[in-house]
């Protein structure tokens, strides 16, 4: 799984285009704080998504495999005056989160799972942290995004500060990506620092989630495709599932 390393740092300006008030909305509408207290946030990243749902009044744990994520994290957590409490866990080990009311794995983070037994693993876990009755909320790439529009790249993003090259290849298993990022970022004095980062994703059938949810215990499963905007039924490139325990 990628650690982010460097990429940390700049990950904010590249995802600035994802409206991280609609999924915590999504959230909302079937979890309202008036009935659910306690979230725990896996693959926090940044904290972006951790910090909405803290101001929203949920009493958020947020979990992620990489440092450097959570430094950004717990940055965010005190520039916006929200107490959260961060723990450097992978997702396939939770271990020592109990009684929580929603659980969150958003943005595709479940995507960097390898295999499919990673994923088993990791709704194993979930479901083991909340409470009966507890509501889990994630999105994953489509089998279209992955097949069809990553294999489309090379992609490009250029601002005054940042400037990337983004090249996709599809990976020896079924559904997969390799993504190969070259970045160049302006420095305080005005010159360009490059680096590199790989990472991979993949995504399985629709199907496989849901009944691999039913297979830990999940129940009540719903899939929606309009939570950010509505998408074209042959074209869906990300699906947004919740479940309940």
Request: contains cysteine; glycine residues 4%.
């Amino acid at each position: 799984m990628a650690m982010y390393d460097q990429f940390a740092f700049i990950y904010d300006s590249l995802m600035s285009d994802i409206p991280y008030d609609k999924y915590a909305e999504w959230v909302q509408k079937h979890a309202p704080t008036s009935t659910y207290k306690k979230l725990v946030d896996v693959g926090c990243g940044t904290g972006v998504l951790s910090v909405q749902f803290a101001k929203d009044g949920f009493d958020v744990t947020g979990l992620d495999l990489s440092e450097s994520m959570l430094t950004m994290a717990q940055k965010r957590s005190i520039e916006n005056d929200t107490s959260i409490s961060l723990i450097c866990q992978s997702m396939t080990e939770i271990d020592g989160i109990a009684n929580m009311d929603v659980a969150v794995i958003a943005i595709d983070s479940l995507n960097y799972l390898e295999t499919l037994e990673d994923v088993e693993q990791t709704f194993h876990h979930v479901y083991e942290s909340l409470v009966d009755g507890g509501q889990l909320f994630f999105d994953v790439h489509s089998l279209y995004k992955m097949d069809v529009i990553y294999p489309d790249g090379p992609f490009t993003y250029e601002d005054e500060d940042v400037t990337y090259i983004w090249h996709t290849e599809q990976g020896d298993v079924a559904h997969s990506i390799y993504h190969d990022i070259t970045f160049f970022v302006r420095d305080e004095s005005g010159y360009y620092e490059k680096f590199e980062e790989t990472h991979f994703q993949r995504t399985f059938p629709l199907e496989t989630y849901t009944d691999l949810l039913e297979k830990v215990g999940f129940s009540t499963i719903s899939v929606s495709t309009s939570v950010f905007e509505e998408q074209p039924e042959d074209e869906v490139e990300r699906y947004f599932i919740h479940a309940v325990k």
